[in-house]
């Protein structure tokens, strides 16, 4: 099997700092175009369609806390223009400035040079999202000595899944594209150390598509190494020190500005959680108080004429889980709903009642229980919650 050299281990983490620009360029393109910033506008009697104005995003940005001055917005808009995601309208400036210019994305006038790399990387970011939108997905969860990694597979085990779903004409056709992904620093070797082969080596998705980035990640990424999902979100698993058990993992709310505790978490699951729960309501430092006005007994939700609403919610889980805290020891409610994840774009709120999980009644069960029921089932589940009424 062929050994990855130091100088293409270099090449690729230069590239994944592309791919990783070109990740969070998509996502911001995406909220401007849902914001209505980016619009057909007119200059000089010349309509140029599907583009902002430089000085209206800066305000934006600012609005949004994505950036703490003007001065910074402009410096991370200046990596997009750097790293050929957006460009001035009449290409007069190669640089980002703060007025009343007009800045389009080159994904919507379709002037994205069509290179390999791209080529690449817009067919690597499809599969991905194909994959994780499947409920048996090849990318898991896998071990290897005394490590996990997520979005993992065998390198044999993805040549299959390129051949039977006709994504390539041949084994061989999936070696080169695959071997193509890892160069351009798309998934790696989880030890770093193997080219890609049609073997049962174990490779992972370095990118994580789906993983919402902050605008400040741009300037902060300079050299990259393997990359590890930003702890941005109280919602992102991080693994905690090795001496640690191999599926230990703790939720650290980033709005705490002490250091969380180390916490060995005893019959945790390697799997992705389902609620990212927070230890020991009595321990403030761990999280945040409880989001109930008041307690509340099964006795309660289920008397007649109680101001509850019974909702059924379809949640499909992708590679980071469902997107929702739980607490309670029964009945448990839904204590904080990552507002991008799978949960919230279900339905789900917070103060929600947990009634049953995938058609088990758990109004008496405690979150504990509850967390490892959803985790050993499928990545769909089937809840029905209990709503009051505002």
């Known amino acids: 099997m062929e050994l990855l050299s130091t100088s293409l281990k270099k090449k690729a983490e230069e590239h994944q700092l592309w791919v990783e620009v070109c990740v969070t360029g998509e996502q911001l393109r995406q909220r401007l175009h849902n914001a209505k910033l980016i619009k057909d506008r007119c200059n000089h009697m010349r309509t140029y369609p599907n583009c902002f104005v430089a000085s209206e995003l800066v305000d934006w940005l600012l609005e949004c806390k994505e950036a703490p001055d003007r001065e910074t917005a402009v410096t991370i808009m200046q990596k997009f223009v750097d790293h050929n995601v957006i460009h001035h309208v009449c290409d007069e400036y190669l640089v980002f400035k703060d007025a009343r210019l007009l800045y389009r994305f080159r994904d919507d006038d379709g002037t994205l040079a069509p290179d390999r790399q791209t080529k690449v990387f817009r067919r690597a970011q499809r599969l991905y999202e194909t994959m994780m939108n499947q409920e048996d997905s090849i990318l898991q969860i896998r071990e290897h000595g005394a490590e996990r990694y997520r979005r993992a597979f065998l390198g044999s085990q993805m040549l299959d899944w390129l051949v039977k779903n006709r994504e390539v004409a041949s084994r061989v056709d999936g070696e080169e594209f695959c071997r193509a992904m890892l160069e351009y620093g798309i998934i790696q070797h989880v030890a770093g150390r193997h080219h890609f082969s049609d073997s049962d080596l174990l490779y992972q998705f370095i990118i994580n598509f789906r993983r919402k980035r902050r605008l400040m990640e741009v300037l902060e990424v300079q050299s990259i190494g393997p990359k590890k999902d930003s702890p941005d979100s109280p919602f992102c698993l991080r693994k905690l020190n090795a001496e640690l058990p191999p599926g230990s993992f703790v939720c650290a709310p980033v709005t705490d500005p002490r250091p969380p505790t180390l916490i060995r978490r005893s019959g945790s699951t390697g799997g992705s959680a389902a609620s990212y ?114």
């Open 277 to 390: 729960n927070y230890y020991s309501p009595n321990k403030p430092l761990l999280g945040p108080p409880s989001v109930l006005k008041r307690p509340v007994s099964v006795e309660e939700l289920l008397a007649p004429g109680a101001p509850y609403i019974s909702k059924v919610l379809n949640i499909l889980g992708d590679d980071v889980g469902w997107g929702f805290v739980i607490r309670g020891s029964g009945p448990c409610y839904v204590q904080a709903v990552d507002p991008g994840g799978p949960a919230a774009a279900a339905g789900m709120k917070t103060r929600q009642f947990l009634r049953t999980v995938n058609g088990l009644c758990c109004l008496r069960i405690d979150y504990q229980t509850i967390n490892k029921l959803i985790v050993a089932g499928p990545r769909r589940l089937i809840l029905e919650v209990l709503e009051p009424f505002e």
